[in-house]
């Protein structure tokens, strides 16, 4: 069964408006998330890493304040878009680690469109 | 930091056919690991092989197999007997050793075609 359960699956939101995105880890307790995304027909490109019970690690060139990246609990780690632009449309990705060298669980990734 | 490099856009194949896809990095360190992803169209990604890099031996996943070249930074992916269901976007990507650096490193991605 899936590992990370990642909603929702696809939204469509007004410009300005925020949108959150939720990560879920199932099966583990994760202590580190990852947030990734994807522009049509390009690789997946780390936002951030989410640890628990601390700031987020940032990646150069993403805006904090405009993705807000909360990760309060071991299993939850949220991704707010604050302010969203139809240039933020992209589809958004979630993986989980354990801490003993696995493969990342990926969440079934988000659409987000901004019209 | 870490680059991985995939060199091919675009790639097909005849179905029961053979075909590699290509995947260098760059890297300092001595520990790491290295996987091939497929996203098929649901965009879903799906682990294929997993390589750690202090394995001498080629990994191996049924129909897929690698060809791990440390000296080299090459990590290629060989699919045997090509079926329909190949059809999808590989990605190459890498992750460190060190405890608590668990975030992957993607190359561009191939998309790989099955011709029937």
């Known amino acids: 069964g899936a590992v990370v359960s990642q909603h929702p699956s696809w939204v469509i939101c007004k410009s300005g408006t925020s949108v959150k995105i939720e990560c879920r880890s199932l099966d583990f307790q994760a202590t580190t998330m990852f947030w990734y995304r994807q522009f049509p027909k390009q690789s997946l490109m780390l936002m951030a890493t989410s640890n628990e019970g601390s700031k987020a690690t940032y990646e150069q060139g993403v805006e904090k304040d405009k993705f807000l990246i909360n990760h309060a609990s071991l299993t939850l780690s949220t991704l707010t878009v604050t302010s969203a632009h139809p240039e933020d449309s992209s589809f958004y990705i979630c993986s989980v680690a354990r801490n003993d060298g696995s493969p990342l669980h990926f969440g079934n990734g988000t659409r987000l469109t901004v019209t | 930091a870490q680059t991985v490099t995939q060199s091919q856009p675009e790639m097909s194949v005849q179905e029961a056919e053979t075909v590699t896809l290509s995947c260098t990095y760059d890297?300092?360190?001595?520990?790491?690991?290295l996987f091939w992803y497929k996203q098929p169209p649901s965009r879903q990604m799906i682990l294929v092989i997993r390589?750690?890099?202090?394995?001498?031996q080629n990994a191996t996943e049924n129909r897929f197999s690698v060809n791990f070249q440390k000296a080299a930074k090459s990590f290629s992916l060989k699919i045997s007997d090509s079926q329909l269901g190949d059809a999808a976007m590989y990605f190459c990507a890498y992750r460190s050793g060190d405890f608590g650096n668990e975030k992957l490193t993607f190359g561009t991605g191939t998309r790989l075609t099955i011709i029937p």
């Open positions: 890297t300092s360190e001595s520990d790491y690991y």
């Open positions: 390589q750690e890099a202090y394995k001498q």
